[in-house]
């Protein structure tokens, strides 16, 4: 090779690292800018997925969020199956209304007491890194729980952790699940409590009295046509009210029909999609 070949090589490679370089300033810019119908916020919404799931359950919410230029910030907690925490990527400094997409290593644990608890090992890790005041959750199935023991269980105890600013449940299984622990003919009463109760809701009575004033609440579930989304009955989500909404800043429901209002398509739901960017950041 001659050197003027050399030189030709050299000056186009450099010329491709330049152009690359641009582009990836301008590729950085273009995503970062958010759109001036949502509020910008430095609180972080952590996703949490349901049983024998993953994060990848969260990730069309997520895209649907970014492709809205609602967020300019996305990273992973990964929890192992004896809790621990570690954070994939990074948020720059002043991160847009921030996304943590939680991964459970361990998806079948059956412990929603446990699962709580991981949840709380998520919120110290990012204070640790971030120093957050407040956060929101957007859970799925068996996430809810896991919102629901760390806010029953942790939270009073936390005050110094992060707290919960706005909670969105989707196909939330609170007064029990069809097929597995749901209590035939069960009924809700006017204010949303149970005629009967599993375990799992009596130990989360205490919110009744203690759930936080300042959280305002989303609480959206499926009906395909049978008054449940084909794994949760619909008194079943729709016995959360009981637990929060005397407390509650606010409480909402949200019903969702059609062939997307099916249990395991919630997440994958172009409405649910909409209802998450309204209630969380639309001014």
């Known amino acids: 090779m001659t050197k003027i070949t050399k030189k030709i090589g050299m000056v186009c490679l450099a010329v491709i690292i330049i152009m690359a370089t641009l582009l990836g300033i301008y590729v950085h810019n273009h995503q970062t800018k958010i759109t001036s119908n949502y509020q910008q916020t430095n609180i972080p919404t952590v996703f949490l997925h349901g049983f024998g799931s993953n994060y990848h359950a969260e990730q069309h919410m997520v895209r649907a969020i970014k492709k809205a230029h609602a967020t300019n910030g996305v990273i992973r907690a990964e929890v192992s199956k004896t809790g621990k925490v570690t954070l994939v990527g990074h948020l720059r400094k002043n991160a847009v209304n921030p996304i943590v ?3 459970y290593q361990n998806n079948h644990e059956r412990s929603y007491r446990t699962d709580g608890k991981w949840l709380r090992n998520v919120l110290q890790k990012l204070q640790q890194t971030y120093h957050f005041k407040k956060f929101n959750t957007v859970s799925h199935s068996v996430g809810n729980e896991a919102v629901m023991y760390y806010m029953a269980d942790f939270a009073p105890q936390n005050k110094k952790l992060p707290q919960l600013n706005k909670e969105v449940n989707i196909a939330g299984h609170f007064a029990g699940i069809r097929g ?3 209590i035939k003919g069960n009924t809700l009463n006017a204010q949303g409590k149970p005629k009967h109760m599993i375990s ?3 130990a989360l009575l205490k919110l009744h009295k203690t759930y936080p004033q300042s959280v305002a609440v ?3 579930y499926g009906n395909i046509g049978d008054h449940s989304d084909g794994t949760v009955q619909n008194y079943s989500s729709k016995s959360l009210r009981y637990l ?5 800043k606010s409480y909402q429901e949200l019903e969702m029909k059609g062939k997307l209002a099916q249990h395991s398509k919630l997440h994958s739901n172009h409405k649910v999609d909409q209802a998450i960017l309204k209630f969380l950041w639309e001014k």
């Open 101 to 103: 997409m939680i991964n």
């Open 180 to 182: 597995y622990d749901a």
């Open 200 to 202: 799992t809701y009596r």
């Open 218 to 220: 989303l609480n959206i």
């Open 244 to 248: 929060v909404q005397e407390r509650a």
